[in-house]
């Protein structure tokens, strides 16, 4: 079975963002956010205006001819695709994810909602 540290060592095969940073771009129309958490968590409040991919639908909605695909990134190549998670660990693969299948501008805000909230304000 494979560990956690060999799982989030994909973390360094992508761009992370902090907090920080993430908030900086929060109001730049080429920059979207995308919250993977699950649905409930998102219903519950996210950033901006992210929208929501379920991280375990994710390549799915990435697949070009998939009968979910979300045409957001073929209409937008050039965005800047900020994704987030609960603490990190979801959005680190997802980023990865995104990144393997074709999206080229994409980051992972490090900590997740944890680290958000603690800036928010």
């Not at 920080?20 to 995308?34: G, H, M, R, T, Y």
Request: charged share 30%; glycine share 10%; with cysteine.
């Amino acid at each position: 079975m494979k560990k956690f540290d060999d799982l989030m060592s994909v973390s360094n095969e992508i761009e992370n963002i902090s907090a920080s940073d993430a908030k900086e771009k929060l109001n730049d129309p080429n920059v979207q956010f995308i919250d993977v958490r699950d649905k409930e968590s998102f219903s519950k409040g996210t950033i901006g205006n992210a929208i929501h991919l379920d991280r375990g639908l994710l390549e799915f909605y990435l697949a070009e001819g998939s009968p979910i695909e979300n045409d957001i990134f073929k209409k937008n190549p050039d965005k800047e695709y900020i994704v987030f998670c609960g603490v990190g660990g979801q959005g680190t693969l997802a980023t990865k994810t995104m990144k393997d299948m074709g999206v080229k501008n994409v980051k992972n805000i490090t900590g997740g909602m944890k680290e958000w909230e603690k800036i928010k304000d």
